[in-house]
C-alpha cells in the first residue's frame, strides 16, 4: 500500500486542522494506522494509532484528549483530527500502515509500522 499525506498548513494556536492520509494499492481493511510527528533534531514522536477493527484506539501522552484518529473505509483514508493546537505541536506528520498480526497493542513505535507516507507540515503560530 501506498500512503499520501495531507491537510497540514498555518494554524493559530488554539486552532484545529484534520490531517488526511490516502491509502491507495493495497487492501485497506487489512491494515492497522498510525501518525507520527518530527520536530528537525529530534526523534519521531507517536502521536495516535488506529487498531484493525476501527475502533480501538491509541494516543500519545502529550496529544491524549485533544487530537483524534478516525478512518473511511469507503475512501480508504486515515484522518488525525487536531484540536487546541499548540506552538509545541508545529512538527511534520507523518502516517504509517501496519499490516502484520502478532505484535503486542498499542502500535506506538516506529519499527512496528511496514508503510509511511511523505509527511505534511504542521506549524502553529502563536
Known amino acids: 500500500v501506498q500512503l499520501q499525506a495531507s491537510g497540514g498548513g498555518l494554524v493559530q494556536a488554539g486552532g484545529s486542522l484534520r490531517l488526511s492520509c490516502a491509502a491507495s494499492?493495497?487492501?485497506?481493511?487489512?491494515?492497522?494506522w498510525g501518525w507520527f510527528r518530527q520536530v528537525p533534531g529530534k526523534e519521531r514522536e507517536f502521536a495516535a494509532a488506529l487498531a484493525w477493527d476501527g475502533a480501538t484506539t491509541s494516543y500519545g501522552g502529550s496529544v491524549k484528549g485533544r487530537f483524534r484518529i478516525s478512518k473511511d473505509s469507503a475512501k480508504k483514508a486515515t484522518y488525525l483530527q487536531m484540536n487546541s493546537l499548540a506552538p509545541e505541536d508545529t512538527a511534520v506528520y507523518y502516517c504509517?500502515?501496519?499490516?502484520?498480526?502478532?505484535?503486542?497493542?498499542?502500535?506506538?513505535?516506529?519499527?512496528?509500522?511496514?508503510?509511511w507516507g511523505q509527511g505534511t507540515q504542521v506549524t502553529v503560530s502563536s
Open positions: 494499492g493495497g487492501i485497506f481493511g487489512d491494515y492497522a
Open positions: 504509517a500502515g501496519r499490516r502484520a498480526h502478532g505484535s503486542s497493542w498499542p502500535f506506538s513505535e516506529e519499527y512496528q509500522y511496514e508503510t
